[in-house]
């Protein structure tokens, strides 16, 4: 029985995914997307695997809670400007401060710090996941844009 609500298991799964859309967002790109959004996919599956004593991604990530459909994801309400602007870079990490709130509140810091890992490590993962070159296998990797928001979104986690 996880000690998370069902509305607090849908906050605290849908930050990496925010932040994950957010980083695929500032450079975006049709076949990169794809590649980008399975990188994220690849990370939060393997959650679980990644920090076998961690209660919060546990909670939310592990297999079976996954396949259950227990944790019921919110949908992103994201505008085209928000897009365009870089914002929903804001956006995002506002659904992580209310996601941080919830588990500082519920479990240790040791654990809340590698939620913060986890929710970076998904946003590494997508920015690492395609170049801009065709079908994205261009170099570099990162781009520019998505270097920034990853500086971004590190410093407002503070790790």
């Known amino acids: 029985m996880s000690i998370y609500t069902p ?6 799964a849908s930050a990496p995914m925010m932040i994950g859309m957010a980083i695929a967002s ?11 959004a399975a990188a994220m996919s690849k990370e939060i599956t393997g959650a679980a695997k990644k920090y076998p004593n961690n209660s919060i991604i546990h909670s939310v990530f592990a297999d079976e809670v996954l396949r259950s459909g227990a944790v019921k994801m919110q ?10 602007s870089g914002a929903i ?6 659904a992580v401060d209310a996601a941080v709130a919830i588990v500082s509140s519920k479990a240790t810091p ?12 998904c946003a590494d993962a997508v920015a690492n996941a395609a170049g801009s070159g065709l079908f ?19 410093a407002a986690l503070g790790i």
Do not use: H, N
């Open 136 to 154: 994205g296998s261009g170099s570099p990797k990162v781009t520019d844009k998505e270097a920034a928001a990853l500086t971004k979104v590190k």
């Open 26 to 36: 500032v450079d975006m790109g049709i076949v990169s997307t794809a590649i980008e």
């Open 110 to 121: 040791e654990e809340v710090q590698e939620y913060k890992q986890f929710i970076y490590s």
């Open 89 to 94: 870079v804001d956006k995002a990490l506002a």
């Open 75 to 84: 949908k992103p309400d994201v505008k085209s400007e928000e897009v365009q």
């Open 7 to 12: 509305e607090e298991m849908s906050t605290i």
